[in-house]
């Protein structure tokens, strides 16, 4: 049997859990993505009303749909962020507050804990685990352009800020039993290949933390994300399917961006409903088949261009026709005279 | 008559100026573009002592050499920057100061204004005129990746903060008659054509303001260096010759770096002697020869793995080799019978 | 709602009109765009007959289908060219007459200026816009290369004598509130975004002069054509899709078609059934969703090797699958909390 | 109307002939080629059981499906092959016999002979001409690359050994009227287009040998595919249908397999599930069309890295998504006006 | 020895014979290729004056330099074309006559006749050999792209008249025993591979035709320039050795020109300087030694954004170092042990 | 200082040393890899006449050369492979002897042993290392492709026996402190990484044995050859700087070569004159540079296409050029303020 196809449900926010479920089944899906915002899924209504997962559970049955994964990347963010005027746009009022940047930290390192909890409790209600995908932030983000020069000790001090930060997180998500994927993404403390190894080092390697696969972070900057899934084997948790599309001439902006938004006509790079970039989602599906990854395709869909439900309906198609099972067998063996 | 190619002397600040002026001589460059740091050339002298530039523009003439243009990048880039440690090894201590980021970006405008000056006095004694090159730095650069979501006010107090301090510094660049030329650069107000032509937009379109051509920061970010030529053919007051490799199959870091040094063997991109990289310096001679751009050829010799003599040496050759005049007659001119 | 997908009459026009509409309709179209060949539109019937467009409008209902746009490319191609022996195989007899040049263009002149009338005829019928699509000729495509040495001069008068034959002709346009699509061609005054320019330059930019955009004619010759979109969006007023395939390696004739005939094996380029050629079409909708383009897509099906029918079939499915609405919301919007 | 899918069923020797029917019929298939090794075809019984044709032939149209060719490959190879513990496995006892390899290179032409009566029978079963495809084996193979230096003579004498050896089994099929298709295939005597012309002309040319074309034994070295099938236009007998993916990028191992098996990640090359690898079938199904080739287009399906019975299903909606009928009429015709 | 390197002097025709052959004596040649206009070469005058072959013929050998080709492009040009206003700038008074384009035809035609017996002259007073190059004209050219249909017998009567009027020249070329080389060319009867097979037999293959290679003309249009060599090996006179470039990106104009002029920044392709455009003439020099050519490599210099006299310099040296001898042995020879 | 470059005297046998020294030195070279064939080093001598290595030094001193590795490949060849007829013509027939397969392999493994002593006299001779390149020859290679199929234990045992047949060669080499350098080539144990790696681990990864790098036989196949370089960084005890050309098209033949002769136009792929072939030196010399690899970078020309003289001039000027010197500084120092 394939795997299951999941929708990220963060670029639906707007809609309440209800409606977002019935359009997900006729699109197909298998199961939601839960993100950790809207009416989605509520953390703190998880750690303190013990009706809530299953109430929760019980409701997406109904709807014909499962739950493997929950997502807060947006408190993950502000973690180990230089906490500035856009965070307050992106996080809930009890984890903003006054708006201090070390206290907006150490509210969402306290969130975070929860949502460790939260899982816990929803894999209770579900009877399998629940992964937390995330962000992380970083306080080093800001330095990527060695100019004017940036010292190694610079970039060191920043993984063990990370390190400093993140290790109370993931002792509950030990002692819960839950697992944290950090999607891979400009902006945080991993962003490439390079990065990610130099995160799980400074964490000494736990299992806890682990990886959201999402190729459409890495494509347009020229990172090996199929590389990617060999090199993690073992910590790739979950994973995004999206997509990308990047030009394959110069333009009058380039990967950096050009301070323009998604869409504009003069970007190099823009997130493409999933089948119309240029991600290589053939050579990654191998790649799950070897490293053995049997979790959920999630899709987080977005594409600037594109209606959203038009898109996320032939995401789904899309993932369902390109996913297969692996080889049973060997192939010499028919070949063999009996 | 070719254009004359002559050597940024910054990555040389640790030699004296007469001891690379031989070099540089004997490695066949016509001319320097001096550096506003080592000893190569000194803002506060010219502006203080009335010989300076007349004793610095013999003893060029008495090497063989010439000078078009000074530059002072790092004095440039605190002007606008959010100051931080980093900016301490880079500016001269009356500067630096007391370390107060409004102190410093102030100071750092006052420097900049004194150096049209100098540069006006160092006119004077060659008897041509001298460009300034160098940088702005950016409050802004560091929202590059929009999340979290940054929104378009965000990015335009960005471009006015660069009009408020700059529009004083071009005052002086107009008095003396002296132009500046930004080159486009990671962590500058302008890094990409988009930024270039909304940088000129917000001083108004000045004529004070142009730009030091340089191909090597725009390349392997994506973005059209050639059109960059045509879109701005009448602000190319000076060029760099400066090459830089990236690769043509993914890498286990990207454009963004990886938050690793030059010269690592997991670099996406490095900076490169030149002729062994991937800029395509024919149709640059040939857009400069169209928009007739006549000003030197300055080789900002870079790259972390080869010894710089050897590299300074090949890369003036190659750009002897490569530049080329433009043809004077039309060419079916001489089919016509007599 | 996507856009209508119609199927050009043109390469059917040995089918009677019903035969073609219950096809089309089976093929899975929303309507036909009418030749003015074959019986599909009769241009003297609809200025003669004031129930011609009623009831030709009427039967398209019947059989389930609607109408955009009737072309005329084969009287229009005549307006402009020099004529010889070929125009008589594609012009009616009462416009071809004797034959004798400039009397063939004077003919071909008014025909068009009756087919403007009669698309407002058919418009009135069918209670919206119609479309005339359409060859304009060209007194210099011969002089495609220059040598001879072509002079400027004999240039220009090419496209002041397609103004000066042009323009009466479009005068009735703009009486009768029609709108003209060249579709851009080799043998027409316009064959690239260079001469689309100029043809529009010669014209003084009126608006009843646009294009019935094809990207198969451009694709192969190596002109940018979703460069053109950008560059004519407010002209583009009516859409042929048709795809083309050319070879990624040299061949025993190139562009220019070495004298052969359209499916030979020594050919460069060729048309072919629509995602089976070279033409990318992704960027395309998403140019045209850029735009604002609401018109129809028309399929304009050839490809010298496959059964026509088996071709019209999969080239609607293949519009289908690839045109999408454009989204309505913002992205960033969803990511907030509420 | 389009040519017959057909699957080779020698990777599914291991199910008996009637369920594999059963499953070929499901996954939409219009008939097998039958593989003379498991239960799927018993040459032996053909030539001594009178009705093992007839009932064989009934079986597969109970089942809704035809057949147009045998497949002896195993033997095949054992004609000119340097026999040694391999081949052991892949021959019947009957063949292998004693081991000792002139032995069983005559008894294995003994056995090619057989097939081509039998097939000639079950041609008599099924009213139409049945193909026998298959291997020839080689005595040069190994001799692939020249160090130490091999001589033109060496080269000389396997290709005569193959006319020595094949002439008379070629005899046979000019008696029965039956044709033989070599797939050119590495380890045989044609492995390429050259070696395959070198192949024809030791033979004279004669029209009993062919060729079962499968371009995926060809892609992948770099040999030009497309070219073979214009170049062998009258000895195309038989195709498969085989797809195989190569790196665009080097890999630790390359063309020669690095002694790697199927399926493992640091190979350069691997056979894929149709549409998934590198082969161009539209230019292949164009030059049938051209070649006027049409026999059945039949799957042989091999990806190590997927489930076989997924595989078989999407290959068949895959060929028969891509094949189509070529054109009837020349396409100016409709231009005409009536 | 490597082959002679001769520079066409069609394009010196502004420049005395005397004061063109020291500067190519300078640039570094070693022969000129003598243009039959300017005051280069005068057919004229070598037909009606017996000591103007030996005298110019003296003067070539006293600046050092040989010749081994004379070319008459302007004045072939005109024995096929469409005569009109163009072709009197570029006929001499004495061919253009009253401009009647028939009269033009014939006196063109007897001009080529001439042209035979001067080369004839000229090898008499050098005592090798005299290639005559030039262009044929068309009658078709006009009809390249196939709308209005163009039918196969129009383009049958064009290769009619091209062997109707050259044949009549080429029996003057064998009676003297002079090789005509015709350069593929647009607008001359044989524009690419599949084209000038057809003018060698519209000529039945007549031994006095062949070809003056040049790749520039072939090259951007996706024709294949080496493979023109193996197909034309015996008919490889002469050869010009001149680049151009072309983009790897869609542009505003392609191979059709847009009208432009040589150098316009929107061309597709243009004209280059050798090794500063896109001919691969490394391919170009093997296939060469392949066909044992061995006559002069002449450089016709082309590049309307250069200088043609830096241009002409740097060619000469560019064909020096490319250019090598064939191996004189085999090379496994030296492995064995003596 | 840069590496020495040195001519590698295997395809110059057929000259005696002191005729070969002179061109060498006359064509720029530093000093000459000694092949162990031809008269150029003769191993019986060396471990017999005790004057023989002081005499030879002697004389290359004389000539302005210098030696750091002497190369066996013929006989290695013999230590592992199935020996045949070819065998003869490439050993010294006290190697050869009867011809008896195992006798040769025995006698081959005596010479190897022989050929390390030799070095170790040429070392005291020299006052430096020696390396001995060479073949090892393989039992296995036959079975490079899997068919009929080849069992894991047959590749093994190919393994154990290279490891059987060359520990107590390997012996000798590390008494008398001298490295193999294995040319990683197809017919060896290993050609390409995968089996490289294979071959170091079949030999415990004993440091007697490395390789000597040689791209060309490696880019070719598809094997990522700048990889090699870093995954071995400890085992290129000598380098072969040879190139190759490969189509980038497909040709007749593919990369098993056709069964046809170097030179042949039908080939995929040959080797190529340095600098124009598809190697990428430049990658190579930075590889070098990272790996602290300080030996001679030695010339070992082959081109079937080109006069060897002409090429080993140009080839040594090639490397000349492209090698340089790493820095010894890094790059920020120099922008810092003193």
């Not at 408190?75 to 992106?90: E, F, N, P, T, Y």
């Not at 799980?200 to 390697?205: I, P, T």
Request: hydrophobic residues 40%; aromatic residues 14%.
């Amino acid at each position: 049997m394939a795997r299951p196809v999941t929708l990220f449900t963060g670029q639906w926010a707007d809609l309440p859990l209800e409606v977002l479920a019935d359009k997900a089944k006729e699109f197909g899906y298998d199961g939601l993505e839960l993100a950790c915002w809207g009416d989605h899924y509520d953390v703190t209504k998880s750690v303190t009303d013990p009706h809530y997962d299953g109430n929760l559970y019980a409701l997406l049955k109904r709807k014909g749909l499962d739950v493997w994964a929950i997502s807060n990347h947006l408190v993950g963010q502000a973690v180990c962020d230089l906490i500035d005027a856009r965070h307050k746009a992106i996080l809930p009022p009890h984890v903003w507050g006054d708006g201090d940047p070390e206290g907006v930290r150490q509210r969402a390192t306290h969130e975070m804990r929860k949502t460790a909890w939260a899982a816990s409790n929803l894999a209770g209600a579900a009877g399998h685990d629940i992964v937390v995908n995330g962000f992380t932030g970083s306080s080093i983000w800001h330095l990527l352009y060695s100019f004017p020069p940036v010292s190694p000790e610079m970039i060191e001090a920043g993984y063990k800020d990370f390190a400093d930060r993140w290790n109370p997180i993931l002792d509950v998500f030990d002692e819960v039993n839950v697992k944290f994927g950090l999607e891979v993404h400009p902006t945080e403390i991993a962003f490439d290949v390079v990065t990610a190894e130099r995160a799980v080092k400074a964490l000494g390697g736990r299992k806890a933390f682990g990886f959201n696969y999402d190729p459409s972070h890495l494509g347009y900057q020229g990172v090996d994300y199929v590389e990617f899934i060999y090199r993690f084997s073992d910590r790739i948790y979950h994973v995004h399917m999206k997509d990308v599309g990047w030009s394959s001439v110069p333009r009058p902006s380039g990967v950096f961006g050009g301070h323009l938004s998604f869409g504009n006509v003069n970007r190099y790079w823009d997130f493409r409903s999933l089948g119309r970039g240029n991600i290589n989602f053939e050579e990654i599906i191998r790649a799950f088949n070897r490293i053995n990854y049997k979790g959920p395709l999630s899709v987080e869909w977005e594409d600037s261009g594109m209606d959203r439900e038009h898109g996320a309906k032939e995401a789904c198609q899309f993932v369902k026709k390109l996913d297969f099972e692996p080889s049973a067998t060997a192939f010499d063996a028919a070949f063999a005279e009996k």
